[in-house]
């Protein structure tokens, strides 16, 4: 399976200083990490939408989700200096600050979802969704798409085919075709219920009871697929018909990026059994668990605890977030740029053959290339140069799908309309030298 977000560094393209440096990576950390770029960046400060390297050379962002309000954000910084000069321990005592982010956060979601757990990672968040899943149906059943990607643990791991050919699905786990209106099926609700129901069908079958419906709301790994708006419910139907739940992975999708609702799952008019978030909630390690308070009886007979998860300096970092999204308007910002941002796409398009197709909403877009649109051959070699051509033009995005043949582009929230144009044109030079 290609590898849909990084690209392992060409030693051949480094200068002494930065191989000594990928050398001693190696050597320390081993070799399942992996770097951006075929000449990886050496970052050593963030502002804004900005990243600068050891020489001070300025990068613009148009990738990083998880410091979502932009690098280093004044009024994120010092909520954060404040609380860790104050008090930071684990959530076993009482401290204000925990209940006024929980408070705050679950006010943006629909009233249906009531309690909320804090984890330090989207993967802790989807790990503790799956525990609740089973606890709750007594079923064992998850469905996710072909190349989904929901965390690292050794549970989740076995629901993300992204991770590779050693993730082990297990008997348990059905994978269905992401939403792909461009590809296949372009009555892509009607194909996805559909999949959906074979899914549930042989897991019956082999007498596995259904457990959830485990959903990127993007599909990001897939390849970003975000219309038409409306498909989920009839899925999130489905699999509650057959006893399961609907979890909504909004790790990637959350806090305003699409550019219309505070949720990824909002624009389809659905309402999840439980969401998962992380990422853009603090650019900081904390992520958590917004559930239906229903479905706590069987966990609430045990017990969660998690050192780290929801600690006061967390909490104030994401609650900083939550007023910065507020209090600056971004996600009406990031549905004007993002508008700009796609319709920009679109132009191109028609003066570059290569763009076979331009999706997603708001900052959360992804721009296919094709070697030819009547056989949609993937252009993965030419979007591997894309990326790295806009790296060298210091601009900084990655791919994403089966092929690795679509261009993954997914800014700050405060991303501007001067931003975008100095993206577009900066894409529109490296596509020309294809």
């Not at 200083?17 to 050593?44: I, N």
């Not at 399961?244 to 059994?273: C, K, M, N």
């Not at 977030?321 to 941002?341: F, H």
Request: include cysteine.
């Amino acid at each position: 399976m290609a590898m849909t977000n990084a690209f392992d560094a060409s030693r051949a393209t480094l200068t002494p200083k930065e191989k000594a440096l990928v050398e001693r990576r190696d050597r320390l950390l081993g070799p399942a990490y992996r770097l951006f770029y075929e000449q990886p960046v050496h970052m050593v400060r963030g502002e804004g939408v900005w990243l600068y390297d050891a020489d001070g050379q300025a990068y613009l962002d148009c990738y990083n989700n998880v410091p979502s309000v932009g690098h280093c954000h004044p009024q994120v910084v010092e909520a954060l200096r404040q609380q860790a000069g104050i008090l930071n321990t684990h959530t076993r005592y009482i401290h204000e600050i925990v209940l006024d982010y929980a408070e705050q956060l679950l006010s943006t979601f629909p009233e249906e979802l009531g309690h909320v757990m804090f984890t330090c990672t989207g993967s802790e968040a989807n790990d503790l969704a799956y525990r609740i899943a089973k606890y709750q149906t007594g079923g064992t059943g998850f469905i996710v798409t072909d190349l989904a990607y929901h965390g690292g643990t050794d549970v989740i791991a076995a629901l993300s085919p992204s991770l590779g050919i050693h993730v082990d699905l297990g008997e348990n786990v059905r994978t269905i075709p992401a939403p792909d209106g461009y590809r296949g099926d372009p009555e892509v609700g009607k194909a996805f219920v559909a999949n959906v129901r074979v899914a549930i069908a042989d897991m019956q079958r082999h007498g596995i009871k259904p457990a959830a419906l485990l959903i990127d709301s993007v599909f990001s790994s897939d390849g970003v697929f975000s219309d038409h708006a409306g498909f989920l419910r009839e899925a999130a139907e489905v699999i509650r018909e057959a006893g399961g739940l609907y979890i909504a992975d909004e790790v990637q999708s959350g806090f305003g990026r699409t550019g219309e609702h505070w949720w990824g799952f909002q624009r389809h008019s659905v309402i999840p059994d439980m969401v998962t978030i992380g990422k853009g909630m603090g650019g900081h390690p904390i992520a958590g668990l917004v559930v239906r308070p229903e479905l706590m009886t069987e966990l609430g007979k045990s017990r969660y605890f998690n050192t780290f998860g929801g600690n006061p300096v967390s909490c104030a970092v994401g609650k900083a977030v939550l007023d910065v999204i507020e209090n600056e308007s971004l996600i009406e910002n990031v549905k004007q740029v993002g508008a700009y941002l796609k319709a920009g796409l679109h132009k191109l398009a028609k003066h570059h053959d290569v763009i076979g197709d331009v999706r997603g909403t708001g900052f959360f877009i992804g721009v296919e290339l094709v070697k030819d649109h009547s056989s949609l051959e993937p252009a993965t070699e030419e979007a591997n140069r894309v990326v790295n051509g806009l790296r060298q033009k210091h601009v900084l995005i990655s791919s994403a799908g089966p092929h690795a043949n679509i261009l993954k582009i997914r800014p700050p929230l405060t991303f501007t309309q001067q931003d975008a144009d100095l993206f577009l044109q900066t894409l529109d030079e490296v596509l020309a030298s294809l």
